[in-house]
Structure formats: structure tokens, C-alpha cells
């Protein structure tokens, strides 16, 4: 882990507005202290594949989880789908 990496895990709300949306994945790293190139080392994923997937990319759920651990977060994290939001019910408002 770099030397200027926060030793805290991220907090559970911050994780979990990640979802799918992956280049918030490079702000995150970023701000965990981490350069591609460190996290890559940590992960064992290449940089060109953590920059595919800071990018929009899909990934593989396993590489996901590499890089959440990495990061200290939550396991599925990076892989949770976004919910899909119920349709209103009802009269609309006038």
C-alpha cells in the first residue's frame, strides 16, 4: 500500500453510490493514494486493465473484487448492479 494510502475502509454509503458507474473508480483510487501503476501491483491486474475499466469498460466481477480489496471495499461493491427504479403509480400531479 503507497505510504500516503488512508488506512481507514471507505464508509459503506460512499461505496455503495459507486455501483456500476466505474470512472468514479479512478477519483476513489486517487483519493485512497493509490497511481494506476501501484494498484496494479496490489491488484495483480494490469494497468491497462484498471484504465480500461476506470474508462467504462466492463470487467470481469473477479477483477472487480481484486480492486475492491485493494481498496478495502466492500467485496461486491464494484459489481452491484444498479437498481432499477419502480415505475409511479398513480394519477401524475397537475
Do not use: F, W
Amino acid at each position: 500500500m503507497p505510504n500516503n494510502a488512508k488506512s481507514h475502509a471507505l464508509s459503506e454509503p460512499l461505496a455503495s453510490e459507486i455501483g456500476p458507474n466505474y470512472t468514479t473508480l479512478r477519483a476513489l483510487r486517487e483519493t485512497r493514494g493509490y497511481s494506476v501503476e501501484e494498484l496494479s501491483l496490489t491488484c495483480g491486474l494490469s494497468v491497462g486493465e484498471i484504465e480500461d475499466i476506470e474508462n467504462g469498460l466492463a470487467a470481469d466481477p473477479s477483477k472487480l473484487r481484486r480492486i475492491a480489496s485493494a481498496l478495502r471495499l466492500p467485496q461486491d461493491a464494484l459489481i452491484v448492479a444498479a437498481a432499477p427504479k419502480p415505475a409511479a403509480q398513480g394519477r401524475p400531479l397537475a
